[in-house]
Nanobody, 115 residues
């Protein structure tokens, strides 16, 4: 099993920045995918960004040019740098790790962007 601990959420004004971190522990294999999802009130959970152990990245169109995903394999940690935040980015952000044994979710971090 994989355990995930998130940090870095909070309240920020529109145009501001936040960085989310997610530290993984447990049965993490060298080949895995780490990513961030978000869920706004009344909406489905959506994929925001993900990164493979080889460094290939994906960013949703809604965050391209504003968000960046990175990882530190030595620390088994994935980061989401969020810049130029907008009120519509307000959501609970969830870290996810997918290994050959399946996927695990973090506890969720609230990000609130005020206008």
């Amino acid at each position: 099993q994989v355990q995930l601990v998130e940090s870095g959420g909070g309240l920020v004004q529109a145009g501001g920045s936040l960085r989310l971190s997610c530290a993984a522990s447990g049965r993490i294999f060298s080949s895995n995918v780490m990513g961030w999802y978000r869920q706004a009130p009344g909406k489905q959970r959506e994929l925001v960004a993900q990164i493979t152990s080889g460094g290939a990245t994906y960013l949703a169109d809604s965050v391209k040019g504003r968000f960046a995903i990175s990882r530190d394999n030595a620390k088994s940690t994935v980061y989401l740098q969020m810049n130029s935040l907008r009120p519509e980015d307000t959501a609970v952000y969830y870290c996810r790790v997918i290994t050959t044994l399946g996927g695990s979710w973090g506890q969720g971090s609230q990000v609130t962007v005020s206008s």
